[in-house]
């Protein structure tokens, strides 16, 4: 973005915004009426990769896109995969003092060739790093300007997920056999219960018996 081979930046935070404005051939600053979308192939993510395409109208020249827990991060989550075709405009950062994000965390443009809408890159997560979001800067070029987007919801560490739904499971089974034990009890105390009115007419209709034959 500040170059034509490279974004010049690691990340979309409001500092990397700022020098990217500065840059003259890039526009004067963020351009909110740009109208880009990202999306994912999943809501949550494991061991399995995950597809992040951006849409958006006509063509842009330069981009920055990277996955973390926070815009601002010093370290960015997983790696990505680049096509042979993808390779020829897009690179892994790990050059451009982006490698201490983390190696092949970070992909930016290599070419100022105008690219069209959609591309989709393939993200190889490293599980367990909690909820994961993605970033991307857009440049459109000219004075048009550029924008920062984000995906519109994390996507879940599913470890975590499974986790607390084991949890729960724990809690629901324990709560079921509490009441269990409880019906149990209530079972055992209705047949005492019938047990001592068995006794109790037993004993009326000997003490009707007997009054009859008094009688008598």
């Known amino acids: ?13 409001q500092r990397s915004l700022t020098k990217i404005a500065t840059a003259s051939n890039m526009g004067p600053n963020v351009n909110t009426t740009l109208d880009y979308v990202m999306a994912s192939s999943a809501a949550e993510y494991g061991n399995t990769s995950i597809t992040i395409t951006i849409m958006g109208d006509g063509v842009f020249h ?3 896109i990277y996955a973390a827990n926070a815009v601002n991060s010093t370290s960015h989550l997983g790696t990505w995969s680049l096509t042979f ?13 982006c490698s201490s994000f983390g190696y092949g965390s970070t992909i930016g443009h290599s070419s100022a060739i105008p690219k069209a809408f959609p591309v989709t890159f393939t993200w190889n997560p490293t599980p367990g790093k909690g909820n994961v979001n993605f970033w991307a800067v857009i ?3 000219g004075r048009t300007g550029f924008r920062s987007i984000k995906l519109q919801n994390p996507i879940l560490d599913s470890s975590t997920l499974y986790t607390n739904n084991s949890a729960s499971t724990v809690v629901e089974s324990n709560s079921r056999g509490g009441a ?3 019906a149990t009890g209530n079972t055992t105390m209705s047949t005492s219960e019938a047990y001592l009115g068995r006794e109790t007419m037993g004993v009326i209709f000997v003490a009707v018996l007997f009054g009859i034959v008094g009688f008598m």
Do not use: E, I, W
């Open 139 to 141: 440049v459109r070029g």
């Open 180 to 182: 269990t034990g409880s």
């Open 62 to 64: 330069g981009m920055l």
């Open 1 to 13: 973005m500040a170059y034509p081979t490279y974004p010049g930046v690691c990340d979309a935070s």
């Open 85 to 97: 075709n993808q390779s020829q405009l897009f690179q892994t950062m790990d050059k451009h003092n």
